[in-house]
């Protein structure tokens, strides 16, 4: 649980820099439930998840929410400490979903490793990128696709089928039925599985939310 | 026109990177109405633009298009170099809205640059928060506001009413009468301005193209 088994590019790191990391960091737990937001009023630090799991979701003016992606273990939310990079003009809210055991690494701590370092900078970029492709894939979702009903729609209709709530597909099979790409389909079924929809094993798809699979479908 | 006075953090870099980068990069015109798509296939370089527009948008698998943002004189699209981050696991296209002229850098250059310098490491996670701040904005726009629809009828009325098609009204006084922040008015203003519905100045704002704020408001 030592924070260099969960921090990446720990080998680029300066013998400085690690210690500063390790006396810096701090272990913490939060309770199934916590909110926290993020901003400059929230800019609590650089999260790295040791297990447990938080929601990153974003909410409308009047209270509406969307899910933008999920942290499960060894993630790392970059927007808790947003503050330490200026073009990042928006605010999210953080929700632990579990209880979640995590490292704070303090946000000017980490700007300063960063401002010298180009390998945390290029990690931090990395970064970014990952959460920046999974809101455009959102968005894309939300603008054009309702894939996600086309999808659940046609595993509740096998598992009719198959009198089962397990069915044995694989995420090719059920690309050609419906006419995509497998890796449109694991994505899916990835998003499903973080939103409790359905479990996923080798070979398998366990539905596991029927009711909110028939409300997605409709 | 040199490339090291469109270049951000030129003075950060070393001599050899300058000459690096002066020996790699080309000036290139796109005319009017050139499309250049990003990823795998289109990872041209990073974009140092020195005149003229550029619109980046996606399209979907039915031919429909979004703008995500729009790119002036001194900005610098990562995008085109996409390949040079792994995690960016999207695609944008850019159009060429006038003729436009620019610095390409190899994105195999850059990438050599970022990789051993935290000056230009850094200076591309704020280009990326950018963007993806851009996108945050459109698509909580997309997902709930629509208050361009209420800014467009409120100018469109304001125009009725002083029967003129410059108005001499503040931003401020703008986000008092539609309930809303300064903030949230410039930031929409300017969006119109880019998409060529409005002009503005100091203490006005005006009308460009009713018909398609007609449009817009209805």
């Known amino acids: ?18 210690e500063l990391l390790k006396q810096s960091a701090v272990r913490r737990i939060l309770p199934k439930g916590t909110l926290q937001s993020t901003g400059t009023d929230g800019c609590i630090g650089l999260l790295v998840i040791c297990s447990g799991q938080l929601r990153a979701f974003i909410v409308s003016d009047e209270g509406k929410e969307i899910t933008l992606y999920r942290l499960f273990e060894r993630d790392i939310c970059l927007f808790s400490a947003s503050c330490m990079i200026n073009s ?4 999210i809210t953080l929700e632990a979903e579990k209880d979640t055991e995590l490292w704070i690494v303090p946000a000017e701590v980490y700007k300063m490793i960063m401002e010298s370092s180009a390998a945390v900078a290029n990690y931090t ?3 970014m990128a990952t959460r920046f492709s999974e809101v455009m894939w959102l968005m894309e979702q939300i603008l054009w696709k309702r894939f996600d009903e086309r999808l659940a729609a046609f595993l509740l209709e ?6 089962s709530n397990v069915l044995k597909i694989t995420h090719e099979r059920i ?23 359905v ?9 596991t939310d029927i009711k909110r699979l028939q409300e997605l479908s409709e």
Not at 1 to 18: G, I, Q
Not at 199 to 207: C, I, M, S, Y
């Open 88 to 91: 990042i003009q928006f605010d």
């Open 199 to 207: 479990e996923l094993a080798r070979g398998t798809v366990e539905l």
């Open 175 to 197: 690309a050609a039925h419906l006419g995509t790409a497998r890796e449109v389909v694991t994505r899916m079924l990835k998003h499903f599985q973080s939103e409790g929809l």
């Open 158 to 163: 096998e598992s009719n089928l198959e009198g």
């Open 125 to 127: 970029n990395e970064l």
């Open 1 to 18: 649980m030592a924070l260099e088994s969960y921090f990446p590019v720990w080998d680029k790191l300066t013998a400085n820099e690690r």
